[in-house]
Protein backbone atom coordinates (compact mmCIF):
# COMPACT_ATOMS: atom_id res chain seq x y z
CA UNK A 1 0.00 0.00 0.00
CA UNK A 2 1.63 3.02 -1.09
CA UNK A 3 1.59 6.26 1.24
CA UNK A 4 2.11 9.52 0.95
CA UNK A 5 1.88 12.75 3.48
CA UNK A 6 0.86 16.06 1.90
CA UNK A 7 1.34 19.48 4.22
CA UNK A 8 -0.08 22.72 3.20
CA UNK A 9 1.39 25.63 5.84
CA UNK A 10 0.23 29.05 5.63
CA UNK A 11 1.23 31.53 8.83
CA UNK A 12 -2.54 30.80 10.13
CA UNK A 13 -3.22 27.23 9.47
CA UNK A 14 -1.29 23.90 9.09
CA UNK A 15 -3.47 21.11 6.71
CA UNK A 16 -2.21 17.34 6.56
CA UNK A 17 -3.59 15.20 4.02
CA UNK A 18 -2.59 11.28 4.24
CA UNK A 19 -3.15 9.30 0.65
CA UNK A 20 -3.45 6.10 -0.05
CA UNK A 21 -3.18 4.96 -3.25
CA UNK A 22 -4.90 8.16 -4.07
CA UNK A 23 -7.55 8.32 -1.82
CA UNK A 24 -7.53 10.41 0.94
CA UNK A 25 -7.48 8.38 3.87
CA UNK A 26 -7.23 11.06 6.99
CA UNK A 27 -7.33 15.17 7.22
CA UNK A 28 -5.45 17.20 9.90
CA UNK A 29 -5.92 20.83 10.33
CA UNK A 30 -4.33 23.10 12.89
CA UNK A 31 -4.64 26.62 13.14
CA UNK A 32 -2.02 29.01 14.85
CA UNK A 33 -5.01 30.89 17.33
CA UNK A 34 -6.60 27.45 17.91
CA UNK A 35 -3.90 25.22 18.69
CA UNK A 36 -5.05 21.57 20.53
CA UNK A 37 -4.37 21.31 24.16
CA UNK A 38 -4.14 17.89 24.48
CA UNK A 39 -1.14 16.24 26.25
CA UNK A 40 0.13 19.72 27.35
CA UNK A 41 1.45 19.77 30.84
CA UNK A 42 -0.16 22.79 33.68
CA UNK A 43 0.79 23.90 36.88
CA UNK A 44 -2.96 24.67 37.84
CA UNK A 45 -5.09 25.69 40.77
CA UNK A 46 -7.86 23.62 42.17
CA UNK A 47 -10.88 26.14 41.87
CA UNK A 48 -13.11 23.73 43.29
CA UNK A 49 -13.83 19.77 44.50
CA UNK A 50 -17.20 18.61 43.92
CA UNK A 51 -17.57 15.19 46.48
CA UNK A 52 -20.86 14.33 45.20
CA UNK A 53 -19.55 13.90 41.73
CA UNK A 54 -16.29 12.91 43.10
CA UNK A 55 -14.65 15.64 40.49
CA UNK A 56 -12.88 19.16 40.58
CA UNK A 57 -12.84 22.05 38.46
CA UNK A 58 -8.56 23.05 37.96
CA UNK A 59 -8.14 26.57 36.74
CA UNK A 60 -5.20 26.37 34.52
CA UNK A 61 -5.74 29.59 32.47
CA UNK A 62 -8.29 28.91 29.98
CA UNK A 63 -11.58 30.70 29.49
CA UNK A 64 -12.97 27.74 31.21
CA UNK A 65 -11.93 25.69 34.29
CA UNK A 66 -11.03 22.26 33.60
CA UNK A 67 -12.17 19.02 34.56
CA UNK A 68 -10.71 16.79 36.82
CA UNK A 69 -12.74 13.11 37.79
CA UNK A 70 -11.25 10.87 40.32
CA UNK A 71 -10.67 7.73 38.38
CA UNK A 72 -8.20 10.80 36.74
CA UNK A 73 -6.25 11.22 40.04
CA UNK A 74 -3.10 9.63 40.18
CA UNK A 75 -1.18 7.82 43.14
CA UNK A 76 0.01 4.85 43.50
CA UNK A 77 -1.93 1.80 44.40
CA UNK A 78 -0.68 -0.99 47.62
CA UNK A 79 -1.83 -4.15 45.72
CA UNK A 80 -0.77 -3.15 42.06
CA UNK A 81 -4.00 -1.75 41.14
CA UNK A 82 -3.76 0.56 39.04
CA UNK A 83 -5.43 4.58 39.34
CA UNK A 84 -9.22 5.31 39.23
CA UNK A 85 -9.91 1.78 40.25
CA UNK A 86 -12.64 0.82 42.04
CA UNK A 87 -13.37 -1.68 44.77
CA UNK A 88 -17.03 -2.50 45.78
CA UNK A 89 -18.56 0.05 43.36
CA UNK A 90 -16.39 3.12 45.09
CA UNK A 91 -13.48 4.42 44.51
CA UNK A 92 -10.23 3.89 46.30
CA UNK A 93 -9.92 6.88 47.91
CA UNK A 94 -12.34 9.91 47.42
CA UNK A 95 -11.14 13.16 45.77
CA UNK A 96 -11.76 15.55 48.75
CA UNK A 97 -9.46 13.03 50.60
CA UNK A 98 -6.92 13.66 47.31
CA UNK A 99 -7.19 17.46 46.55
CA UNK A 100 -8.23 20.58 47.62
CA UNK A 101 -9.53 24.23 47.12
CA UNK A 102 -6.42 26.53 46.07
CA UNK A 103 -4.28 23.91 45.71
CA UNK A 104 -1.43 23.81 43.18
CA UNK A 105 -1.50 20.66 41.57
CA UNK A 106 0.45 19.20 38.22
CA UNK A 107 -2.30 18.31 35.57
CA UNK A 108 -2.23 17.07 32.07
CA UNK A 109 -4.85 17.74 29.28
CA UNK A 110 -6.54 14.30 27.92
CA UNK A 111 -9.25 15.81 26.22
CA UNK A 112 -9.88 18.95 24.71
CA UNK A 113 -12.36 21.76 25.21
CA UNK A 114 -15.44 20.36 23.66
CA UNK A 115 -18.41 22.31 22.54
CA UNK A 116 -19.47 23.78 26.02
CA UNK A 117 -17.38 21.34 28.13
CA UNK A 118 -14.30 22.03 29.49
CA UNK A 119 -10.96 20.17 28.97
CA UNK A 120 -10.45 16.85 30.59
CA UNK A 121 -7.41 16.25 32.78
CA UNK A 122 -5.50 14.00 34.32
CA UNK A 123 -2.77 13.85 37.08
CA UNK A 124 -0.92 11.33 35.73
CA UNK A 125 1.69 12.81 33.09
CA UNK A 126 2.72 10.76 30.01
CA UNK A 127 5.42 12.15 27.57
CA UNK A 128 5.49 10.52 24.04
CA UNK A 129 8.76 10.02 22.36
CA UNK A 130 9.31 8.90 19.11
CA UNK A 131 9.51 5.18 20.20
CA UNK A 132 8.15 5.60 23.79
CA UNK A 133 5.67 6.84 26.00
CA UNK A 134 7.48 8.20 29.36
CA UNK A 135 5.20 7.69 32.47
CA UNK A 136 7.48 9.37 34.95
CA UNK A 137 5.51 8.67 37.92
CA UNK A 138 5.25 5.10 37.00
CA UNK A 139 8.00 2.27 36.99
CA UNK A 140 5.24 -0.28 34.44
CA UNK A 141 7.90 -1.36 31.67
CA UNK A 142 4.96 -2.08 29.31
CA UNK A 143 4.32 -2.99 25.30
CA UNK A 144 1.91 -1.55 22.27
CA UNK A 145 -1.24 -3.86 21.90
CA UNK A 146 -0.62 -3.64 18.12
CA UNK A 147 2.85 -5.08 18.29
CA UNK A 148 2.83 -9.83 18.27
CA UNK A 149 2.10 -11.41 21.52
CA UNK A 150 5.34 -13.60 20.80
CA UNK A 151 7.89 -10.99 20.37
CA UNK A 152 6.56 -8.35 23.44
CA UNK A 153 8.47 -10.32 26.38
CA UNK A 154 11.57 -10.16 24.49
CA UNK A 155 10.79 -6.09 23.94
CA UNK A 156 9.95 -6.19 27.84
CA UNK A 157 13.53 -7.66 28.66
CA UNK A 158 15.23 -5.35 26.23
CA UNK A 159 13.93 -2.23 27.85
CA UNK A 160 14.25 -3.11 31.00
CA UNK A 161 18.02 -3.43 30.39
CA UNK A 162 17.61 -0.17 28.78
CA UNK A 163 15.99 1.99 31.73
CA UNK A 164 18.06 0.83 34.57
CA UNK A 165 17.98 1.40 37.81
CA UNK A 166 16.81 5.27 37.11
CA UNK A 167 13.52 3.59 37.07
CA UNK A 168 10.46 5.34 35.43
CA UNK A 169 7.33 3.75 33.52
CA UNK A 170 8.03 3.52 29.94
CA UNK A 171 6.06 1.99 26.81
CA UNK A 172 7.03 0.96 23.77
CA UNK A 173 4.93 2.43 20.75
CA UNK A 174 4.63 0.18 17.68
CA UNK A 175 6.85 2.46 15.43
CA UNK A 176 9.82 0.73 18.01
CA UNK A 177 9.13 -2.75 17.50
CA UNK A 178 12.63 -2.72 15.18
CA UNK A 179 14.13 -0.28 16.51
CA UNK A 180 18.08 -0.56 18.01
CA UNK A 181 18.95 -0.16 21.16
CA UNK A 182 20.97 2.99 20.45
CA UNK A 183 17.34 4.19 18.92
CA UNK A 184 15.72 3.57 22.22
CA UNK A 185 18.61 4.62 24.58
CA UNK A 186 18.39 7.78 22.80
CA UNK A 187 14.82 8.41 23.00
CA UNK A 188 14.80 7.24 26.92
CA UNK A 189 17.24 10.05 27.55
CA UNK A 190 15.19 12.82 25.66
CA UNK A 191 12.08 11.84 27.52
CA UNK A 192 14.13 12.25 30.87
CA UNK A 193 15.17 15.82 29.81
CA UNK A 194 12.28 16.57 29.01
CA UNK A 195 10.70 15.39 32.27
CA UNK A 196 13.64 17.24 34.10
CA UNK A 197 12.68 20.62 32.61
CA UNK A 198 8.76 19.93 33.49
CA UNK A 199 9.76 19.54 37.17
CA UNK A 200 12.33 22.41 37.51
CA UNK A 201 9.85 24.83 35.61
CA UNK A 202 7.22 23.64 38.39
CA UNK A 203 8.77 24.88 41.31
CA UNK A 204 9.81 28.18 39.78
CA UNK A 205 6.13 29.12 37.74
CA UNK A 206 3.05 30.55 39.43
CA UNK A 207 -0.01 28.71 39.15
CA UNK A 208 -1.79 28.26 35.89
CA UNK A 209 1.67 28.08 34.06
CA UNK A 210 2.00 26.39 31.47
CA UNK A 211 4.79 23.47 31.91
CA UNK A 212 5.03 21.74 28.74
CA UNK A 213 3.11 22.00 25.61
CA UNK A 214 3.08 18.85 22.97
CA UNK A 215 4.75 19.38 19.02
CA UNK A 216 3.08 21.20 16.89
CA UNK A 217 1.04 19.21 13.69
CA UNK A 218 3.94 19.62 11.65
CA UNK A 219 6.07 17.75 14.22
CA UNK A 220 3.51 15.09 15.30
CA UNK A 221 3.76 14.54 11.69
CA UNK A 222 6.98 12.88 11.90
CA UNK A 223 6.53 11.53 14.89
CA UNK A 224 2.92 9.77 14.85
CA UNK A 225 2.23 9.63 10.96
CA UNK A 226 4.91 8.25 9.20
CA UNK A 227 4.86 4.42 9.45
CA UNK A 228 7.33 2.02 7.19
CA UNK A 229 4.14 2.28 4.28
CA UNK A 230 4.79 5.93 3.79
CA UNK A 231 6.52 7.04 0.82
CA UNK A 232 6.63 10.74 0.54
CA UNK A 233 6.05 13.68 3.07
CA UNK A 234 5.95 16.69 0.74
CA UNK A 235 5.73 19.90 2.13
CA UNK A 236 5.04 23.09 0.46
CA UNK A 237 6.70 25.63 2.50
CA UNK A 238 10.80 26.02 2.47
CA UNK A 239 10.71 27.58 6.05
CA UNK A 240 9.09 25.25 7.46
CA UNK A 241 11.04 22.26 5.32
CA UNK A 242 14.12 23.55 6.67
CA UNK A 243 12.71 23.62 10.22
CA UNK A 244 11.43 20.25 10.41
CA UNK A 245 14.14 18.55 8.50
CA UNK A 246 16.36 19.90 11.17
CA UNK A 247 13.79 18.64 13.71
CA UNK A 248 13.65 15.08 12.34
CA UNK A 249 17.52 14.88 11.34
CA UNK A 250 17.95 15.34 15.32
CA UNK A 251 14.96 12.39 17.02
CA UNK A 252 13.81 11.23 13.96
CA UNK A 253 16.10 11.03 10.94
CA UNK A 254 14.48 7.70 9.28
CA UNK A 255 11.11 9.86 9.09
CA UNK A 256 13.11 12.88 8.03
CA UNK A 257 14.75 10.95 5.28
CA UNK A 258 11.17 11.06 3.29
CA UNK A 259 10.45 14.56 3.98
CA UNK A 260 10.71 16.65 -0.21
CA UNK A 261 9.85 20.34 -0.70
CA UNK A 262 6.99 20.56 -3.02
CA UNK A 263 7.88 23.09 -5.99
CA UNK A 264 5.09 22.38 -8.25
CA UNK A 265 3.28 25.96 -9.91
CA UNK A 266 -0.34 24.20 -8.38
CA UNK A 267 -1.17 24.41 -4.93
CA UNK A 268 -0.35 21.19 -3.25
CA UNK A 269 -3.39 20.14 -2.01
CA UNK A 270 -4.37 20.35 -5.49
CA UNK A 271 -2.65 17.54 -6.54
CA UNK A 272 -5.38 15.09 -4.86
CA UNK A 273 -8.79 17.24 -5.16
CA UNK A 274 -7.97 17.94 -1.07
CA UNK A 275 -10.27 20.39 -0.74
CA UNK A 276 -12.80 18.72 -2.86
CA UNK A 277 -12.86 15.48 -0.29
CA UNK A 278 -12.88 18.62 2.48
CA UNK A 279 -15.76 19.95 1.21
CA UNK A 280 -17.72 16.16 0.86
CA UNK A 281 -16.40 15.24 5.13
CA UNK A 282 -18.66 18.75 6.11
CA UNK A 283 -21.43 17.20 4.08
CA UNK A 284 -24.43 14.85 5.59
CA UNK A 285 -24.28 13.07 2.54
CA UNK A 286 -21.17 10.37 0.82
CA UNK A 287 -21.76 8.63 -2.14
CA UNK A 288 -20.40 5.11 -2.51
CA UNK A 289 -19.18 3.82 -6.09
CA UNK A 290 -21.48 1.48 -7.17
CA UNK A 291 -24.42 3.80 -6.38
CA UNK A 292 -25.77 3.73 -2.80
CA UNK A 293 -24.92 6.55 -0.28
CA UNK A 294 -24.37 7.07 3.38
CA UNK A 295 -25.69 10.14 5.40
CA UNK A 296 -23.67 11.14 8.35
CA UNK A 297 -25.79 13.01 10.76
CA UNK A 298 -23.24 14.16 13.63
CA UNK A 299 -24.76 15.96 17.40
CA UNK A 300 -23.01 16.40 20.60
CA UNK A 301 -24.07 13.56 22.19
CA UNK A 302 -23.47 10.54 19.15
CA UNK A 303 -22.76 10.28 15.33
CA UNK A 304 -25.13 7.82 13.11
CA UNK A 305 -24.50 7.01 9.80
CA UNK A 306 -27.07 5.20 7.54
CA UNK A 307 -26.71 3.33 4.77
CA UNK A 308 -28.61 3.17 1.76
CA UNK A 309 -28.98 1.20 -1.51
CA UNK A 310 -29.92 4.03 -3.58
CA UNK A 311 -29.59 3.39 -7.16
CA UNK A 312 -27.43 0.12 -7.20
CA UNK A 313 -29.21 -2.63 -8.60
CA UNK A 314 -26.23 -4.62 -10.35
CA UNK A 315 -26.11 -7.63 -8.12
CA UNK A 316 -27.96 -10.90 -9.60
CA UNK A 317 -30.40 -10.37 -6.88
CA UNK A 318 -31.55 -8.41 -3.83
CA UNK A 319 -30.30 -10.20 -1.18
CA UNK A 320 -26.80 -9.95 -2.93
CA UNK A 321 -27.23 -6.27 -3.40
CA UNK A 322 -27.63 -5.17 0.35
CA UNK A 323 -24.91 -7.63 0.61
CA UNK A 324 -22.52 -5.51 -1.55
CA UNK A 325 -23.94 -2.01 -0.64
CA UNK A 326 -22.89 -2.82 2.89
CA UNK A 327 -19.70 -4.69 2.16
CA UNK A 328 -18.44 -1.09 0.72
CA UNK A 329 -19.86 0.49 2.88
CA UNK A 330 -18.31 -0.87 5.89
CA UNK A 331 -14.73 0.14 4.42
CA UNK A 332 -16.73 4.18 3.47
CA UNK A 333 -17.95 4.30 7.28
CA UNK A 334 -14.29 3.67 8.35
CA UNK A 335 -12.34 5.85 5.98
CA UNK A 336 -15.40 8.63 7.05
CA UNK A 337 -14.58 8.67 10.71
CA UNK A 338 -10.75 9.05 10.12
CA UNK A 339 -11.45 11.98 7.66
CA UNK A 340 -14.45 13.70 9.92
CA UNK A 341 -12.23 12.92 12.40
CA UNK A 342 -15.73 11.81 14.73
CA UNK A 343 -15.57 10.25 17.99
CA UNK A 344 -18.05 9.19 21.00
CA UNK A 345 -20.69 6.63 20.37
CA UNK A 346 -21.39 5.98 16.68
CA UNK A 347 -23.98 4.21 15.80
CA UNK A 348 -23.82 2.52 12.10
CA UNK A 349 -27.30 1.56 10.54
CA UNK A 350 -26.52 -1.05 7.77
CA UNK A 351 -29.24 -2.51 5.85
CA UNK A 352 -30.79 -5.03 7.33
CA UNK A 353 -29.42 -8.89 5.59
CA UNK A 354 -31.53 -12.27 5.90
CA UNK A 355 -28.33 -14.36 5.96
CA UNK A 356 -26.17 -14.78 9.04
CA UNK A 357 -22.97 -15.40 6.93
CA UNK A 358 -24.11 -12.13 5.21
CA UNK A 359 -23.96 -10.34 8.55
CA UNK A 360 -20.71 -12.30 9.68
CA UNK A 361 -18.58 -11.03 6.32
CA UNK A 362 -20.29 -7.54 6.86
CA UNK A 363 -19.02 -7.38 10.31
CA UNK A 364 -15.43 -9.07 9.49
CA UNK A 365 -14.66 -6.16 7.05
CA UNK A 366 -16.09 -3.48 9.37
CA UNK A 367 -13.56 -4.47 12.33
CA UNK A 368 -10.64 -5.02 9.88
CA UNK A 369 -10.97 -1.07 8.48
CA UNK A 370 -11.37 -0.15 12.20
CA UNK A 371 -8.11 -1.90 12.73
CA UNK A 372 -6.47 0.59 10.53
CA UNK A 373 -7.32 3.77 12.63
CA UNK A 374 -4.29 5.00 15.33
CA UNK A 375 -7.35 6.02 17.26
CA UNK A 376 -8.76 3.86 19.54
CA UNK A 377 -12.41 1.99 18.66
CA UNK A 378 -14.12 -0.63 20.11
CA UNK A 379 -16.99 -2.13 17.89
CA UNK A 380 -20.25 -4.24 18.87
CA UNK A 381 -21.94 -6.87 16.89
CA UNK A 382 -25.19 -6.49 15.11
CA UNK A 383 -28.02 -5.24 17.41
CA UNK A 384 -31.71 -6.84 17.42
CA UNK A 385 -32.34 -3.56 15.57
CA UNK A 386 -29.70 -4.66 12.94
CA UNK A 387 -27.67 -1.37 14.59
CA UNK A 388 -24.01 -1.77 14.77
CA UNK A 389 -23.10 0.57 17.51
CA UNK A 390 -19.27 1.64 18.30
CA UNK A 391 -17.09 3.91 20.34
CA UNK A 392 -14.08 5.93 18.93
CA UNK A 393 -11.87 7.71 21.87
CA UNK A 394 -12.51 11.58 21.14
CA UNK A 395 -9.57 13.88 22.43
CA UNK A 396 -9.69 17.05 19.47
CA UNK A 397 -12.88 18.79 17.79
CA UNK A 398 -14.21 16.75 14.66
CA UNK A 399 -13.06 18.89 11.27
CA UNK A 400 -16.72 20.04 11.19
CA UNK A 401 -16.62 21.49 14.62
CA UNK A 402 -13.24 23.35 13.63
CA UNK A 403 -14.42 24.41 10.32
CA UNK A 404 -18.07 25.35 10.93
CA UNK A 405 -20.45 27.00 13.22
CA UNK A 406 -24.20 26.30 13.87
CA UNK A 407 -26.40 28.44 10.71
CA UNK A 408 -27.31 31.66 11.72
CA UNK A 409 -30.59 30.94 9.86
CA UNK A 410 -31.27 27.76 12.09
CA UNK A 411 -29.14 27.51 14.63
CA UNK A 412 -28.46 24.34 14.19
CA UNK A 413 -31.62 22.71 13.89
CA UNK A 414 -30.92 22.23 10.17
CA UNK A 415 -34.02 23.06 9.21
CA UNK A 416 -36.13 26.52 9.39
CA UNK A 417 -40.15 27.48 9.81
CA UNK A 418 -41.38 27.65 6.15
CA UNK A 419 -42.54 30.85 5.53
CA UNK A 420 -46.50 30.50 6.11
CA UNK A 421 -45.54 29.42 9.86
CA UNK A 422 -43.03 32.41 10.51
CA UNK A 423 -46.35 34.36 9.01
CA UNK A 424 -48.61 33.17 11.33
CA UNK A 425 -46.11 33.96 14.36
CA UNK A 426 -46.16 37.18 13.38
CA UNK A 427 -50.38 37.57 13.20
CA UNK A 428 -50.19 36.34 16.86
CA UNK A 429 -47.43 38.51 18.25
CA UNK A 430 -49.72 41.30 16.55
CA UNK A 431 -52.38 40.66 18.66
CA UNK A 432 -50.60 40.14 21.69
CA UNK A 433 -49.15 43.38 21.20
CA UNK A 434 -51.99 44.97 20.51
CA UNK A 435 -53.84 44.44 23.40
CA UNK A 436 -50.36 46.02 25.46
CA UNK A 437 -49.78 49.21 23.52
CA UNK A 438 -51.98 51.48 21.12
CA UNK A 439 -50.13 52.60 18.20
CA UNK A 440 -51.37 54.27 15.44
CA UNK A 441 -49.78 51.56 12.92
CA UNK A 442 -47.94 48.49 12.83
CA UNK A 443 -45.21 48.00 10.33
CA UNK A 444 -44.19 44.34 9.23
CA UNK A 445 -40.33 44.09 8.17
CA UNK A 446 -39.41 40.57 7.48
CA UNK A 447 -38.09 38.44 4.69
CA UNK A 448 -39.02 38.95 1.36
CA UNK A 449 -40.67 35.08 0.85
CA UNK A 450 -42.80 36.11 4.49
CA UNK A 451 -43.78 39.41 2.83
CA UNK A 452 -44.98 37.19 -0.39
CA UNK A 453 -47.22 34.81 1.98
CA UNK A 454 -48.96 38.42 3.36
CA UNK A 455 -49.81 39.97 0.08
CA UNK A 456 -50.72 36.65 -1.17
CA UNK A 457 -52.66 33.51 0.26
CA UNK A 458 -52.54 35.33 3.89
CA UNK A 459 -53.82 38.18 2.66
CA UNK A 460 -57.34 38.00 3.78
CA UNK A 461 -55.95 36.70 7.36
CA UNK A 462 -53.68 40.12 7.57
CA UNK A 463 -56.81 42.10 6.95
CA UNK A 464 -58.99 40.77 8.96
CA UNK A 465 -56.77 41.15 12.12
CA UNK A 466 -56.22 44.82 11.29
CA UNK A 467 -60.14 45.13 11.06
CA UNK A 468 -60.12 43.43 14.33
CA UNK A 469 -57.27 45.52 16.25
CA UNK A 470 -58.99 48.54 14.41
CA UNK A 471 -55.15 49.51 13.16
CA UNK A 472 -53.46 49.57 9.72
CA UNK A 473 -51.04 46.86 9.36
CA UNK A 474 -48.06 47.93 6.68
CA UNK A 475 -45.26 45.18 5.16
CA UNK A 476 -41.76 46.32 4.40
CA UNK A 477 -39.43 43.38 2.99
CA UNK A 478 -35.39 43.24 4.03
CA UNK A 479 -33.56 41.32 1.72
CA UNK A 480 -31.09 40.80 4.50
CA UNK A 481 -33.34 38.98 7.11
CA UNK A 482 -33.43 35.39 7.24
CA UNK A 483 -36.91 33.93 6.80
CA UNK A 484 -37.44 33.41 10.57
CA UNK A 485 -35.91 36.61 11.45
CA UNK A 486 -38.63 39.51 11.24
CA UNK A 487 -39.29 42.91 13.42
CA UNK A 488 -43.25 44.41 14.31
CA UNK A 489 -42.09 48.30 14.33
CA UNK A 490 -45.17 49.97 16.24
CA UNK A 491 -45.92 53.66 14.61
Not at 223 to 238: A, H, P
Request: charged share 25%; hydrophobic share 40%.
Amino acid sequence: MQQDILINWSPQETRVAMVENGAVQELHVERTLERGLVSNVYLGKVARVLPGMQSAFIDIGLERAAFLHVADVWHRQPDGESPGMMRNGQPITPIERQVFEGQAIMVQVIKDPIGTKGARLSTQISIAGRLLVFLPQDDHLGVSQKIPVAQRDDLRSRLQTLVGPQGGGFILRTNGEDSTDAELSEDIAYLRKTWARIKEASTKLPPMSILHQDLSLLQRVLRDMVGEETQTIRLDSREQFDRLLAFGNELMPAAAAKLQLYKGERPIFDLFSIDEEIGKALGKRVELKSGGYLIVDQTEALTTMDVNTGGYVGARNFDDTIFKTNLEAAQAIARQLRLRNLGGIIIADFIDMAREDHREAVLAEFRKQLSRDRVKTMSGGFSQLGLVEMTRKRTRESLAHMLCEPCAACQGRGQVKTARSVAYDILREILREARQFNPREYRVVAAPQVIEVFLDEESQHLAGLSDFIGKPISLQSEGAMGQEQYDIVLL
